[in-house]
T-cell receptor
Framework: DGGITQSPKYLFRKEGQNVTLSCEQN?????MYWYRQDPGQGLRLIYY???????QKGDIAEGYSVSREKKESFPLTVTSAQKNPTAFYLC??????????????FGPGTRLTVT | AQSVTQPDIHITVSEGASLELRCNYS??????LFWYVQSPGQGLQLLLK??????LVQGIKGFEAEFKRSQSSFNLRKPSVHWSDAAEYFC?????????????FGAGTILRVKS
């Protein structure tokens, strides 16, 4: 089955620790995205990548880092510099390689709790 | 400022009643328009999209949406709601001409269905 996998579904960390969230897709999509979701605020874009080895900051990139070494993988690291990391994190992908506009396909999400 | 507004945070309808969820956007040029649905603790699923052409678009699960340029609106409708439609609904836009096909989301509307 083609789709987007995010692991783990729930993640717990102590304050001051970095944590990496996994996102893998087997849809052969060029573009991948990370969003943060907080109650009542919709989804906000953290980082996105249109091609391998290239990525851009979204609206709330501070305290986060990403890498895109493989087309199918786009891991997100939540660093200790992120002031309020507890949230639901969603990964998405889309077939943007042809320059056209496409909908985004979402993974099931990872709920991160930092205490 | 560019924005997406979903005026209703919560809506409650009776099963079998009709539904309309509102979405307004503020962009210079008509953006690409989307509606997504999210069940609790899950990822987002695309209901429908509008890129151009016929202003009434049909989606999955019996949903439709109408684009009205004069009102900068893209309201979602369903003639008869089922209990399984209870979820959170997000309107999203992708501004034309911007690199990366980024999505900007509204804050969401939580739909409750009374039996």
């Amino acid at each position: 089955d083609g789709g987007i996998t995010q692991s783990p579904k729930y993640l717990f960390r102590k304050e001051g620790q970095n944590v990496t969230l996994s996102c893998e897709q087997n849809l052969n999509h060029d573009a991948m995205y990370w969003y943060r979701q907080d109650p009542g605020q919709g989804l906000r874009l953290i980082y996105y990548s249109q091609i391998v080895n290239d990525f851009q900051k979204g609206d709330i990139a501070e305290g986060y880092s990403v890498s895109r070494e493989k087309k199918e993988s786009f891991p997100l690291t939540v660093t200790s510099a992120q002031k309020n990391p507890t949230a639901f994190y969603l990964c998405a992908s889309s077939p943007d390689g042809d320059g056209g506009v496409h909908e985004q396909y979402f993974g099931p999400g990872t709920r991160l709790t930092v205490t | 400022a560019q924005s997406v507004t979903q005026p209703d945070i919560h809506i409650t309808v009776s099963e079998g009643a009709s539904l309309e969820l509102r979405c307004n956007y503020s962009y210079g040029a008509t953006p690409y328009l989307f509606w997504y649905v999210q069940s609790p603790g899950q990822g987002l699923q695309l209901l429908l999209k509008y890129f151009s052409g016929d202003t009434l678009v049909q989606g999955i699960k019996g949903f439709e949406a109408e684009f009205k340029r004069s009102q900068s609106s893209f309201n979602l409708r369903k003639p008869s709601v089922h209990w399984s439609d209870a979820a959170e609904y997000f309107c999203a836009v992708s501004p034309r001409g911007e690199y990366g096909n980024k999505l900007v989301f509204g804050a969401g509307t939580i739909l409750r269905v009374k039996s």
